[in-house]
């Protein structure tokens, strides 16, 4: 598994990442869709060999751009609205160079 380069989990019961996903350093593209996962590791942001992030359709509440990989070029929250609007807005300002959906 220390080769994958792209990781996606839908329609699953996940609702937390296990910490050990960060040994994979050549994931670029993490994707979880349709799960119950609702809140974005604090050890996340470690994971900097990632380009392409997708939370569509999980229950993430929590915004904190501290959270997130600063080298992202896209990250995708669409149908993911349990979050404030503002928060969304504030994520957009503050992870410049990274599309956010």
Not at 9 to 36: N, Q
Request: net charge positive.
């Amino acid at each position: 598994m220390k080769t994958l380069k792209c990781l996606m989990i839908r329609g699953s019961d996940i609702d937390v990442i296990p910490e050990s996903v960060i040994k994979l350093d050549k994931l670029k593209t993490f994707r979880i869709e349709d799960c119950p996962f609702d809140k974005v590791p604090d050890w996340f942001y470690k994971m900097h060999h990632l380009k392409y992030l997708g939370f569509r359709d999980t229950k993430i509440k929590c915004l904190n751009p501290g959270l997130f990989p600063k080298n992202l070029k896209q990250l995708h929250l669409d149908g993911t609205r349990f979050y404030e609007t503002a928060d969304f807005e504030d994520l957009k300002t503050a992870l410049k160079g990274t599309k956010v959906y």
